[in-house]
Structures are given as structure tokens and as C-alpha cells.
């Protein structure tokens, strides 16, 4: 799995990011070291935001507390790596700012629970004059405190790569995973301007992912429903079995892995359409719905990707900015299904969910969701053009 963002786009160079996911192989003293250092995380973690709360209700400003602060009344917090604690801090600092930024979207931070939360752990690579904290050799990665531990590597960093973090992750099946996220500098792509004729305009649709002002859909692969089916046969089972028997808990791991299997398969899809959709537009429009509100409906097998189309736009966004290209995202507000996108009539009330509606002003027939797609482009477009005009004449 790949992915990337582009940062710093100024003089001509960026930095892009990537990152490689290789399965690890721990021996025992390796997972058992894991182990504690996922739940030192969690624990400094709930220790920091428990007195940042403590500290907020006192004295109401905002302060958390750095790791080293906790070593002595929990010395076991030494044994494990001290970037790994040092990334709790920056996490916990991170999810506040999101959360003081946009609180409406983000809930404060929460605390960590074993049986709920991932294990995972995150160190950042450190240059010394001896070398690196943290590289990978022929057939592992050298962490910090455990050494090099075993691992598998689906493909290699090319020239260039410089090794920024890892993340180090224990799946509920439990195998374990590492996240290596790379930088690379490249050249500022140039800007490219959207055209109609390049310009993709897409309605997120409830039964098929997407619906492009084009006709086209994304329709979820036949796969990724039947694993669905299966897990609500699972579930059924599950129901039915005594909690805490073998076949219980048999089932469970089952369970949990069919999930993973769910996600990765969701992932792929979801990564697969979004560079099909930036390689071949030079511009592609959405509207801002809340994906918040979207993931909140309860998932059913027809409509398997429902939380994913957030992610999807995210993907999107960055596929495109790496080319120098835009996603223009239209206000939520804009009426872009009650409208004809033939002669700009607006309906007063909107279109029945499923099927084709006529015009009454020009007669053209309109498929709901196509329309709306076609009214997202021209409306993105008219949005893209005035915001350039004022760029210009300011
Ligand atoms: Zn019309």
C-alpha cells in the first residue's frame, strides 16, 4: 500500500511523502518488548490528557505535561523506547489542535483503551555521527531498543528516500506491521488549469460510491459485498454461541480477521479509483457533504464503502495536488440535486430518491444523481474561474 501527501510547495522543490507497509517477525523477546511499549503509550497517553484535564479545570489554559515528567512514579516506562513516548506527546498535542481548530467535526481527545484502542507505537528516525536511529537491512528494520527485527517487504525505498518514522502495529488477529513513511524531494509540478472538457464532476452516491457527471459509477466490486454477507453471518453465529467457549472465540478470530480483510480490500479499492480518476482528469469537483454524517448511518452490506468516500476525497485531493492539479469542493449548501443542470431551473422540492425527473421549464429528462454530478462540475468550475479573477486583480 502507497500513499502520499506533498508539502512545502515553494522555490521549485517539495517534499513528497510515501510510505511502505512490511510485515514484521518478531521473535518472542521482540513481541514481548511490543507489548509493553504499546501499553506505555496507552498509559502516558491517559496520564497526559487525565492531567491536562485536571490542569484546564484548575487553572483554564491549556497545558500537557512532557513523559519524562512521569519516569520516576512509573519507572517501567524506561524500559521501553523514549521516542515511542515522546510521539504520544506529539499525538495528544496534535488532537487537540485539531479539536481547538474545527471542535463541530473533531471530539476532544479520548482516552485509550486496551481492549478497544490499537496497539501501536510510533519512533522517529534521529541522525547521529554513528548513523541512523532507525534502517532496514536486507530482510529487517533496526528499532531502537529491540534491534533488528524481522520483516517482510512487499517492495524497496528507492534512491533518495530518506527513512523519516515507522509505526510499529499489532492487528487484532495479531500479526504485526510496520508503517515506514519516507520523504523524497521532488519538482514543483506546474499548475495545470482545469478545462470542462478535463474536468470531472462527482456526486457521492449511496449505491454506488460515485456517480461522475460523465454517466460513470464506481459500483462496489461484487467481492467486497460478499464479504459482507459473510460477516453478518458471522455475527448471526455469534449470536447464538456461549461467550467465552472455544468455538466462541474461534468464531471471534474469524471474525476479526474477515474485518481486516474488509478494510484492506476497501483500502485497495479506494486507492485504485482515486489514481485512475487524477491520472486521467486534469480537475476533479465534489461537494463538501459531511462524511461525519455519512459514517454515522448504520453500514449495510449494499452500501459497504459508505465511510470510505471521506478517505476517497482525501486520496483524491492529494493524487491530484502531486500533478499540479485541484479538487474544487462546493459548498455543502449548494442545491445541486434540485436543480436542472440543462437550463438552471430549481426545483422547490427535491427529486424522489431513485430514478429520472423531467425539467418542467425545458423538458430534459434528468437522471437524479447524474444531474446533480453535472451541477457539482459547472458549479466547481464557475467557483475555480472566480476565485482565479480575484486572485489576479487583487
Ligand atoms: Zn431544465
Known amino acids: 500500500m502507497a500513499g502520499g501527501q506533498t508539502r512545502g510547495l515553494t522555490a521549485g522543490k517539495a517534499v513528497q511523502f510515501t510510505t511502505i507497509k512490511a510485515r514484521l517477525c518478531p521473535t518472542q523477546a521482540q513481541a ?15 496520564r497526559m490528557l487525565a492531567d491536562q484535564q485536571r490542569f484546564y479545570i484548575e487553572t483554564d489554559k491549556h497545558f500537557i505535561p512532557t ?10 516506562l524506561r524500559e521501553v523506547d523514549n521516542q515511542a513516548l515522546i510521539q504520544e506527546h ?8 485539531v479539536f481547538f481548530k474545527n471542535p463541530e467535526c473533531f471530539g476532544p481527545p479520548k482516552f485509550k483503551k486496551k481492549k478497544t484502542d490499537k496497539d501501536s507505537f510510533t519512533a522517529c528516525n534521529h541522525k547521529f555521527e554513528s548513523g541512523p536511529t532507525i534502517y ?6 533496526r528499532m531502537t531498543k529491540a534491534g533488528i527485527v524481522k520483516a517482510k517487504f512487499p517492495r524497496r525505498p528507492r534512491n533518495g528516500w530518506k527513512l523519516k518514522r515507522i509505526t510499529v502495529e499489532k492487528t487484532k488477529s495479531g500479526k504485526y506491521y510496520c508503517y515506514i513513511l519516507y520523504g523524497y524531494e521532488v519538482k514543483t509540478p506546474e499548475a495545470v488549469a482545469p478545462a470542462p472538457e478535463t474536468t470531472l464532476g462527482l456526486k457521492y452516491s449511496m449505491g454506488h460510491f460515485y456517480v461522475a457527471d460523465n454517466g460513470e459509477t464506481a459500483d462496489p466490486p461484487h467481492w467486497l ?55 486521467g482528469w486534469d480537475a476533479v469537483c465534489v461537494r463538501d457533504d459531511s462524511m461525519r454524517d455519512v459514517s454515522q448511518k448504520k453500514i449495510l452490506p449494499g452500501n459497504a464503502l459508505d465511510s470510505g468516500f471521506g478517505m476517497f476525497r482525501e486520496c483524491l485531493r492529494y493524487k491530484l495536488a ?11 449548501a449548494a442545491l445541486t440535486t434540485r436543480t436542472c443542470s440543462a437550463c438552471g431551473f430549481v426545483r422547490n422540492d427535491r427529486p424522489h430518491q431513485k430514478g ?19 451541477n457539482i462540475k459547472a458549479m466547481g ?10 486572485r489576479k486583480s487583487a
Request: hydrophobic fraction near 30%.
Open 90 to 97: 506529539n499525538k495528544l498535542s496534535q488532537a487537540f489542535r
Open 381 to 390: 468550475l464557475d467557483q475555480y474561474f472566480n476565485q482565479e479573477a480575484a
Open 356 to 374: 429520472a425527473w423531467a425539467c418542467p421549464k425545458c423538458g430534459a429528462r434528468q437522471d437524479r444523481e447524474v444531474n446533480a454530478a453535472k
Open 32 to 46: 514481548e518488548l511490543f507489548e509493553k511499549t504499546f501499553g506505555c503509550c496507552r498509559y502516558i497517553w491517559n
Open 136 to 141: 532496514i537491512t536486507k530482510d529487517g528494520i
Open 322 to 332: 502531486r500533478q499540479g492539479k485541484t479538487l474544487i469542493v462546493v459548498d455543502r
Open 225 to 279: 459485498r460478499q464479504s459482507y454477507e459473510k460477516i453478518v453471518k458471522i455475527q448471526r453465529q455469534l449470536n447464538r454461541m456461549q461467550p467465552g467457549s472455544k468455538n466462541y472465540l474461534d468464531t471471534v478470530q474469524k471474525y476479526r480477521a474477515l474485518h481486516e480483510h474488509i478494510a484492506n480490500q476497501r483500502k485497495d479499492f479506494i486507492h485504485k479509483q482515486s489514481s485512475r480518476i487524477a491520472n
Open 67 to 76: 513523559p519524562a515528567k512521569y519516569k520516576n512514579e512509573a519507572p517501567f
